[in-house]
């Protein structure tokens, strides 16, 4: 039983999978840390209300605490935003440009004397009749 315990940890998928939860947790970290450390205070500066926790409203004795849901709505935002533009958006350019075919060979050339469009190995202008060197 211990045996078989011990293939089912070391078969590929468990693996792969521990280090696909490792470094998602990592870089959770490090997005939180970007939108915690540098947008939040940015966007604070630029509202000149750096949390909004306090902002609450009682209806009947019951209070409402938005502030609290307008916080995590704009951490969301924010964590969002910049997965989207430090992630999502490079990793499409990169997949892009790796997929970009080679321009194809040209297979037509101008005729020197009437500019019109010939095959690469014509001797003489279709168009013009002038031969072609």
């Known amino acids: 039983m211990l045996r078989e315990f011990k293939q089912f940890l070391l078969r590929g998928n468990v693996v792969d999978l521990a280090v ?10 490090v ?16 509202a000149k209300v750096p949390d909004f926790s306090s902002l609450v409203f009682t209806i009947h004795g019951s209070k409402f605490m938005y502030g609290d849901f307008l916080n995590a709505f704009i951490s969301f935002l924010l964590v969002a935003s910049a997965i989207f533009f430090f992630v999502i958006k490079p990793m499409n350019v990169i997949i892009a440009r790796s997929r970009r075919e080679p321009p194809a060979d040209p297979t037509t050339k101008k005729c020197p004397e009437c500019q019109s469009e010939i095959p690469l190995n014509a001797s003489r202008c279709a168009f013009c009749t002038q031969p072609i060197i």
Do not use: E
């Not at 696909?20 to 970290?29: N, R, S």
């Open 31 to 46: 997005v939180n840390a970007l939108v915690k450390d540098l947008l939040t205070p940015f966007i604070a500066a630029i």
């Open 20 to 29: 696909g939860v490792v470094v998602g947790a990592a870089f959770g970290t």
